[in-house]
């Protein structure tokens, strides 16, 4: 069998996790994380900016400058919360919809040609063991962290 993180640094370079733009859509260049951040946006409902750094497991820092880029591309609206002003809030506008729409379906229309190379036995095992390996490492946490102080 082949050495395991080579399998790794392989599926990375073939998804073009390494690339700085990982998709183009609309005429827009969009990163890797911003792809994440909009999808996450879209996924959750008002989520504050607390909430998506949180879940896409970014500082806060680079989260934050990677909103503002997003916002100057009008893409996601930022608002502070009726509740308590320290938070904000994150949205899509109508435009960051759309262009979360198509990044969506570039990235299926991608898994499904992957797919269409395999029987559903074959893609069904390969969903099952990659559900598998991400519940695990959902158990362990993040790779290469810095080790606690």
Do not use: W
Not at 93 to 107: L, S
């Amino acid at each position: 069998m082949e050495n395991t993180r080579d399998l790794f640094q392989m599926i990375t370079r073939r998804f073009g996790l390494l690339n700085k733009n990982c998709c183009s859509a609309d005429g827009l260049d969009i990163s890797l994380i911003q792809s994440h951040i909009l999808y996450e946006i879209n996924r959750q409902l008002a989520p504050s900016v607390q909430e998506v750094a949180e879940a896409l497991g970014t500082d806060i820092t680079t989260f934050s400058r990677q909103v503002q880029s997003l916002i100057k591309m009008n893409l996601v609206n930022k608002t502070p919360s009726l509740n308590d002003r320290r938070i904000h809030t994150l949205e899509l506008t109508a435009e960051g919809t759309n262009i979360a729409e198509i990044i969506d379906e570039q990235i299926n229309t991608y898994l499904e040609e992957i797919f269409a190379h395999m029987t559903d036995f074959e893609k069904e095992t390969v969903l099952r063991s990659i559900q598998l390996l991400n519940n695990t490492m959902g158990k362990i946490g993040s790779c290469c962290a810095p080790a606690p102080r």
